[in-house]
Structure formats: C-alpha cells, structure tokens
C-alpha cells in the first residue's frame, strides 16, 4: 500500500506493527489465543478484528504516526478503511482523517462492536490522545 500512495504522489509512512506482529509479545500472545477456534465466526472474529486489527495493532500504530506528526503536521491523515490507528491520531492531532470509498463488509461488525470499542478506547487513552467517547464512536461506528 506504501508504493501505491506514493506512486499517486501522496507521501506515506511505515507505521505499526508488520504483518508478521514484529516478535511483540501481545501480538503473539493474542495469535496463540487463536488456536483451535474455527477458522470463521464470531470467536475468530473477535480475535482476528477487534483484539487484533482495533487492538494491538492500533495500539502500536498510534505512538509512530504522533511521532511523525511531531515531525510533519499533516492537514489530513488518509487512512485504509480497516485501519484504525489514523483515526485515533488524527482524533488526538485535532485533524480530520479519511478513509477512501467505501468498506466492503467483511464481517458482521454486530457482535464485535463492544470488543472493538473497549479496544479503541485502550488506544485512545495512550498518552497524546484524548480518550473522548465521541472519538471511538465514530471509529467504532466502521462497518
């Protein structure tokens, strides 16, 4: 995705965690978690978005992109539509975020929706961000 923002001419960062959770321990404690669940449902699902992509993942994301932003303020922070770590910067930056087009739904947000928002509130009580509850309401919202 990298190369694809820059190739439009957009600059864009590495942030977060890589695909593979970089060794970090709550990563792999959550991947273990996951043993022996059925590969699709509620259960999976739970681990697999909320605790994993609203999660740790987010958690990771939000302390490199306030570090970026010290470095360059941005007027927008453009985000993936099943990304969450711009929106809980951006929320704390005190700038918009987007997120291009619309999300196809993947999943059934229902039954993640408590998860997820105890997740995002996790992330947005980091230090530089303001835990306000309109702020995860409306990344909770995302379906």
Known sequence: MLESAEALGFRAFEAGLSRDGDQDAEFLEIKRSARGLPSAGVEMDRVAIARTMYGVRTRRMVPDLLGLARQWRPDVVVRDSYEAGGAVAAEALGVPHARP?????LYDMAPL??????ELDRAARRPG???????TCSIATCT
């Open 101 to 105: 087009g619309q999300p196809t739904p």
């Open 113 to 118: 929706r408590a998860t997820s928002g105890r």
């Open 129 to 135: 961000c303001r835990p306000t509850r309109s702020s």
